[in-house]
């Protein structure tokens, strides 16, 4: 947890202090602060921060206060980001095979280590998982520096920090197709062209799906659903409520929304025998209506997706290395214009906003 704040005046930072955007009160906004560089203990690695994400679902949610995330009011301030990618900076005792200079992205989910889950690779799914940036005692990157377990860190070569950035959610639509039926030459529908969906879409095609159609809404038609095409998607389709026209049913559907009214339409929008993967959010109040019979009755699955495994990371990197994912990126803006850059994320510019403190 980041220390009781010495001084607001960002252009006081001497060589052991770093700027940071931190969430200070229980309302709308974060503020710019200056506060301690943290040093790497044992197993642990300082990084630069070069590009750090602004997820829809999580720092966007925290910046405007949303109802589902004022749980963190006890425990402000408090420095979030868990999407991140930079370069080692220093290293801590007892780390071994990484130098300062090589540039990384993180996981930034931190299993327990010992439970069935953690010894199976499934630390997403640890009942005691702690995540970089948003657990309330793991600083995030939302900074200059952040420090992180070297075991989270994975070297990505000559791709950039957007990239870097990118692979987090790459990693986890991996993960969706890696727990999933999916076969090359499957069908693949794919609700909501979201940084999640445009994840899923980047990995279905690279995974050899014969066809790919993203699902948006009117609001996705000038901007989002012709990236799609761009990312290979063969068709693009807007729905309103759970409606959509589609040339066949998938044999896949992802629904990377987390929109009710999409939960509808993967259950009639998939063949008899097909899988729904369920990767999307839901942030609101209310549970989420499924018509289980009609699932039964037509033996469509329902395959619930959170977290990766260092295997999706290691397919992500190699799919990132050979896609061009400059569609999906941005954009992007100094840590200084953080609020140009949320008010971007509100107005859905882009794919992945990030900033680059």
């Known amino acids: 947890m980041v220390s009781l704040l010495v001084s607001a005046d960002v252009t006081l930072n001497t060589a052991d202090r770093m700027t940071a955007l931190l969430k200070t009160q229980p309302e709308s906004g974060m503020e710019l602060e200056s506060v301690p560089i943290p040093e790497p203990g044992p197993g642990e690695v300082r990084i630069r921060v070069e590009s750090v994400g602004i997820d829809g679902g999580a720092e966007a949610l925290i910046y405007d206060w949303h109802e589902s995330k004022r749980h963190y009011a006890d425990r402000l301030p408090q420095l979030f980001g868990h ?47 702690r995540i970089v940036g948003l657990h309330p005692d793991l600083d995030g990157a939302l900074a200059e520096y952040a420090v992180v377990p070297q075991e989270r860190l994975y070297p990505i070569g000559s791709l950039s920090a957007d990239e870097g950035v990118f692979l987090e959610l790459l990693g986890l639509a991996v993960h969706g197709i890696e727990r999933s ?12 062209p979201g940084s999640v969906g445009i994840a899923a879409l980047v990995a279905t095609v690279a995974g050899g799906a014969s066809s790919v159609t993203v699902i948006g809404t009117e609001d996705d038609r000038q901007d989002r659903l012709p990236l799609a095409r761009e990312l290979g998607a063969t068709r693009t389709v807007t729905a309103e409520n759970s409606e959509v026209e589609l040339d066949e049913e998938a044999d896949v559907f992802v629904e990377a929304s987390g929109h009710p009214d999409a939960v509808s339409l993967a259950s009639s929008a998939t063949r008899r025998s097909g899988e729904i993967v369920q990767i999307g959010i839901f942030h609101g109040s209310e549970t989420v209506p499924v018509d289980l019979t009609r699932l039964v009755r037509r033996g469509v699955s329902i395959t619930t997706v959170y977290g990766r495994r260092d295997s999706s990371w290691r397919r992500a990197i190699a799919i990132a290395e050979n896609t061009d994912l400059s569609p999906a990126l941005g954009p992007s803006f100094p840590l200084a214009e953080y609020e140009r850059a949320f008010d971007a994320t509100r107005r859905r510019e882009g794919i992945k906003i990030t900033l680059h403190p």
């Open 83 to 129: 999407e991140f990618a930079g370069m080692i900076n220093a290293i801590g005792p007892d780390v071994d095979g990484l130098e300062a200079g090589a540039r990384v992205a993180v996981e930034p989910v931190l299993g327990c280590g010992h439970c069935r889950f953690c010894r199976s690779g499934s630390f997403g799914i640890c009942p005691d998982r």
């Open 181 to 192: 039926e999916f076969e090359p030459g499957d069908s693949v529908a794919i609700s909501g």
